[in-house]
């Protein structure tokens, strides 16, 4: 049988171009890691990591690339084990390894003016990052998070189950597109089709790597909580009101936990508020930014 045609290596390189941003290479922890990188670091100049979810890769952050300064330094990296960067069957996947490689990485750049930002996977990736980096960064923004509780009271060590891996990781076409038009506001929509349409046939080539990372990010699911505090950096919540992946309510454990953290509800969004609505989310992230930014001498 003819498998379907990948268009996507073909995509985001066309992709990147319109954005203006540079394909770089690093190794960590022996993974080869893809990035994108615009601008460079300069002082008075924020230096921006964006960390997208799982079964995702940097390009979930091009709309965002579109409505953030050009002069800004931004770093948007494909995840070890996903997108162009590489997959190893013996590593570890779980949130503190992750952490971990990122760790290696930004502490090699030395940035002294550092913003951290998350999606799904990526905001639990970066809750943990933003406390092991050996110059904390100056802002933590997280939008719709994995690995906060529902409930303000669950321990970190609390039994932990999801169902999620069946809408997550696509089996076939029809799964395909059940996963890209729900987890927007779980409307079918135009882009959720054509997204289908274009990574569909990546995504079903990495059935057995997604479900190695899916396993590892349950063995440790609720991470953040060991870290998230009175010692995190100044930190903003981004939540979609209809998402179906982490739901809404999890946002009450922030009051609890970090009761200093700006949270920002998007209504009528589900779990990618830098998708569904970027022009909104990116410009409450930039305003978060620029008010915990270093002056320029």
């Known amino acids: 049988m003819t498998l379907t045609p990948n268009l996507w290596p ?34 008075g100049i924020p230096s921006v990591v964006l960390i997208h979810g799982f079964a995702s890769m940097k390009e979930n952050w091009a709309f965002w690339l ?8 931004l770093l948007v990296p494909d995840v070890p084990g996903l997108g162009e960067s590489d997959y190893q069957a013996a590593a570890s996947y779980r949130y503190e390894a992750q952490a971990d490689r990122f760790a290696q990485w930004l502490d090699g750049l030395a940035l002294n003016d550092l913003h951290l930002a998350g999606s799904s996977m990526g905001g639990a990736i970066a809750a943990l990052l933003a406390h092991r980096l050996a110059t904390p960064p100056r802002s933590l923004t997280l939008l719709n998070s994995a690995g906060i509780p529902e409930h303000p009271d669950t321990p970190a060590d609390a039994p932990f189950e999801s169902d999620r891996d069946g809408l997550l990781i696509p089996r076939d076409w029809r799964g395909v597109y059940r996963m890209f038009n729900s987890v927007g506001s779980g409307k079918p929509t135009a882009t959720g089709v054509v997204m289908a349409g274009i990574l569909g046939p990546d995504l079903l080539r990495r059935t057995e790597s997604l479900r190695h990372i899916f396993a590892d990010m349950l063995a440790d699911p609720l991470a953040p909580v060991r870290y998230l505090g009175p010692s995190t950096p100044p930190m903003l919540v981004q939540w979609g009101d ?10 009450d454990w922030f009051a609890k936990a970090t009761p200093a953290a700006r949270v920002e509800v998007f209504r009528g ?10 022009g909104k989310s990116a410009g409450v992230f930039r305003a978060f930014v620029e008010q915990h930014q270093t002056p320029a001498a």
């Open 10 to 43: 073909a995509a985001r390189t066309g992709q990147r171009w319109l954005l203006g941003a540079r394909r770089r290479t690093t190794t960590i922890d022996n993974h080869r890691m893809v990035f994108w990188e615009r601008g460079r670091p300069q002082p």
């Open 66 to 73: 579109q409505k953030l300064p050009k002069h800004w330094h």
């Open 242 to 251: 209809r998402d179906v992946i982490t739901p809404t309510r999890c946002v």
């Open 269 to 278: 969004v589900g779990h990618l508020p830098m998708v569904e609505v970027p």
